[in-house]
């Protein structure tokens, strides 16, 4: 890297809306944040996969007689 064009990279408390913290990097001083693993659907298990239903590829198959 080329000497004083970076900026400065430091570690920073980053804050959720629903107030969870965590340490990481950033070139800000602090982050906040409106959504995070603590609080997303997805992750707590609230909100489930797309594919619950059938996979892409067993429909392909069925629509088109691939099935063995």
Do not use: D, W
């Not at 707590?44 to 063995?68: A, D, I, W």
């Amino acid at each position: 890297m080329k000497a004083k064009i970076h900026p400065v990279y430091n570690e920073v408390t980053v804050t959720c809306s629903c107030g969870n913290t965590f340490q990481s990097y950033s070139t800000k001083k602090s982050v906040k944040v409106e959504v995070c693993s603590a609080c997303h659907p997805f992750y707590t298990g609230k909100q489930k996969s797309f594919n619950t239903k059938e996979g892409q590829v067993e429909k392909f198959r069925q629509r088109y007689g691939l099935n063995k």
